[in-house]
């Protein structure tokens, strides 16, 4: 495993980075427990906050830096990576705002005496993280733990080091103690023995469903709690009374948001029959307006991928689901450009029968469905193994409600697309994990909710 940067525009090298060796990981658990039992947990919560806080106000004070970091490493449009660094500043706010209130002691309505519950740290974590976010995903992990107490040892994407080593200078920066948030290059075999370290009291993980499965497998071997935030492959669901221009335009926007890198991006659009040719010509419109480029240009509407390797993937995965009896309906192959670009595509005709129908893409691939009724709209939206996000598009609010109750997911999201805010719960079901991030669930997760009784 090598982590380094490659710029996924320019398609250059421009830096490795050493593994960490066996014995430097052993210094770093041993110091992240240390600094856990003897300083960061024992802090008042006032103390911790006012960490959190400066982290927040740095990242706000240098958004472009961050943000350019993020660019360079995958690709990101300059814009959006500009925004993760503010909602990343958002989050951290909140946490360390809203944590007194989120651990405050939970009395308990007992007979006689006293009984109520603490909420305690537990300990060391371990968090395992994907470079499509490269901020935002370490911070759902950081903001909420770092508040409770725990400490934290973070494996970043082999992609993105670059920002893993910007994220835990933050918080050096912003005051917190050596140890309190480490980073470390390490093997998938190293993050292995992690895990089965005594000293690790929690895993989070964030990445693929084969990640997961791994990473779940290795945790519940060695009896620690664990949260997955895995794979998604959304459906947008258009129902009949629907304005059709403001379906368009958000179903183009959920889908190309993060160069359709992202768990949570519309994937899976299902239209009534009617609207169906009109949506296509639209939706198909929308995707040719898509100008690619350099990501720090402004002009530019289309990131690259990540990485040369996601781009051939997801050419494989096209290419099957044509063998298998899909269209091509836009797309469907790499731009004839430095880069790692993919033409936006648009897939139809995807039987149930086809690998397409049930596979996430995590690029800017779509797949356009046609459907005759709610009922079936709802069917074709559960006949996945995902079920991370879902959006609803409708007039008619309570109808879109009724339908939304139906979809097995995490979130649904109605006339709007699905998307992330510090205050609302991040996760999902079925084989897109389980255990939520953010908003006050986000706390309650790598907790010790600790019972004390008092004899009458």
């Known amino acids: 495993m090598l982590y380094q940067t490659i710029n996924p525009y320019t398609e250059h090298l421009v830096q490795t980075f050493p593994l960490h060796t066996d014995g430097e990981i052993e210094t770093i658990i041993a110091k992240a427990e240390t600094v856990y039992a003897t300083d960061w947990s024992r802090r008042p919560l006032a103390a911790r906050k006012a960490v959190v806080k400066k982290a927040a106000s740095i990242l706000r004070d240098d958004v472009e830096r961050y ?54 740290p537990l300990g060391v974590l371990f968090c395992i993280e994907p470079w499509n976010y490269p901020y935002y995903q370490l911070v759902r992990v950081a903001a909420p733990n770092l508040m409770l107490g725990n400490t934290i040892i973070c494996k970043h994407a082999p992609n993105v080091p670059k920002c893993a080593l910007a994220f835990e200078k933050l918080f050096l920066d912003a005051g917190a103690p050596e140890g309190t948030w480490t980073n470390v290059f390490a093997t998938n075999e190293q993050a292995a023995q992690i895990i089965a370290d005594g ?182 939206a559960n006949d996945s193994p995902f079920g991370l996000g879902a959006t609803v598009i409708a007039k008619d609010i309570e109808r879109a409600k009724r339908v939304a109750r139906q979809i097995e997911s995490g979130m649904v999201f109605i006339n709007e697309v699905t998307g992330t805010a510090a205050d609302l719960p991040f996760g999902g079901v079925k084989n897109s994990g389980y255990g939520r991030e953010l908003s006050h669930l986000g706390i309650g997760e790598f907790v010790n909710k600790k019972l004390i009784r008092v004899a009458a």
């Open 67 to 120: 943000a350019k970091l993020s660019t360079l490493e995958m690709g990101k449009l300059f814009r959006e990576a500009r925004s993760e660094v503010g909602l990343c500043a958002d989050i951290l706010d909140y946490f360390a705002d809203n944590a007194d209130a989120f651990l405050a002691p939970e009395k308990l309505p007992v007979r006689n005496g006293e009984a109520f519950i603490e909420n305690a």
């Open 199 to 380: 000293r690790i009291r929690g895993v989070a993980l964030t990445g693929s469903e084969r990640a997961g499965s791994a990473v779940a497998s290795e945790a519940g071997q060695a009896l620690k709690k664990s949260t997955m935030e895995l794979g998604g492959s959304d459906p947008f669901i258009v129902l009949d009374d629907a304005d059709l221009d403001t379906a368009v335009e958000l179903a183009v926007f959920g889908r190309m948001k993060n160069a359709g890198q992202t768990c949570i991006a519309a994937k899976r659009f299902i239209v009534p029959e009617s609207m169906a040719d009109a949506f296509l010509d639209g939706f198909k419109a929308g995707f040719e307006k898509l100008q690619p480029g350099d990501p720090m240009d402004p002009e530019t509407s289309l990131a690259p991928l990540c990485t040369d390797g996601a781009l051939n993937s997801v050419l494989n995965q096209i290419d099957t689901a044509v063998i298998r009896g899909a269209k091509v309906l836009l797309g469907g192959k790499k731009l004839d450009q430095r880069g790692f670009f993919l033409a936006p595509t648009i897939l139809v005709d995807v039987k149930p029968d086809n690998p397409a129908y049930r596979q996430e893409f995590f690029a800017p691939v779509a797949m356009v469905f046609r459907v005759k009724s709610d009922e079936e709209a709802v069917q074709l």
